[in-house]
């Protein structure tokens, strides 16, 4: 008796689960719904708050990894000015490689960061994107000023180098070459109110310089900084850029 008063609760539970999606299902507005409509905009609108939360977090997060890689590069400078002299002490050296591999540990995870806060970005512009699909009034898309092929001249080295670029909401990626392509890597960076930042990371040393310019019709015009000074190298210089097959 027990059993079957068990059992017929349970149909019961199945079936009153059952009618409740049901209804739920009657009551979700259809999409040529203004009830539908007004729960899209308000989803639209959420999500672009938390877009600039994410940008800002971003930021912060380059903003470590920046910190992270100079630390790196201190204590690398340190470690070889103790190799070079000749009253090099093991105890000092065994200090400066567990610092050494402290610093790298710490770039490493501010770098993983990075890359967490760049999918979470481009996985919060597809959700925008689809809501305003939804809307059916999604904006026209503006010309993209940065996605493409440049050719580039950087002085005062006067060299030729190439940039593929590509820009997703306001973050951009890409790759370079520089010369005949001895020099290559690929950049990171934002394009906010018509102002380009790239973060050049070469292929061998890392985190080399950074690129700021203005973007015009076709042409960008700006400045670039070394990540760190180099001894006989310019620190700083301009570069222009043309890109291919025009605006």
Not at 1 to 27: D, E, Y
Not at 42 to 51: G, N
Not at 106 to 113: F, G, I, L, P
Not at 197 to 215: C, T
Request: with cysteine; glycine share 10%.
């Amino acid at each position: 008796m027990n059993r079957l008063s068990s059992v017929a609760l349970l149909a019961c539970l199945v079936l009153w689960g059952m009618t409740g999606i049901a209804r739920a299902w009657q009551q979700t507005p259809a999409p040529s719904d203004p009830a539908y409509r007004t729960q899209v905009e308000t989803q639209l609108q959420l999500e672009r708050k938390l877009l600039a939360l994410d940008l800002a977090s971003f930021r912060e997060a380059r903003d470590r990894e920046r910190g992270a890689q100079a630390r790196v590069n201190e204590v690398s400078g340190r470690l070889d000015q103790a190799l070079a002299s000749e009253t090099m002490a093991l105890g000092n050296l065994e200090a400066l490689h567990d610092e050494l591999s402290a610093a790298r540990e710490t770039a490493s995870t501010a770098a993983e960061r990075v890359e967490a806060q760049l999918q979470r970005l481009q996985d919060r512009l597809r959700r925008i994107g689809f809501l305003e699909g939804e809307l059916g009034t999604r904006a026209p898309r503006r010309a993209d000023p940065v996605t493409g092929r440049w050719q580039v001249r950087i002085t005062p080295q006067d060299v030729a180098a190439t940039f593929d670029l590509r820009l997703e909401g306001t973050v951009v990626s890409g790759t370079y070459t520089i010369g005949d392509g001895a020099s290559s890597g690929s950049f990171r960076g934002t394009y906010v109110g018509n102002t380009l930042r790239l973060e050049r990371i070469d292929r061998q040393r890392g985190f080399d310089s950074v690129f700021v310019g203005n973007v015009g019709a076709g042409r960008i015009n700006g400045i670039w900084l070394l990540n760190e000074m180099a001894t006989g190298s310019p620190a700083r210089g301009d570069w222009t850029a043309t890109r291919e097959n025009g605006p």
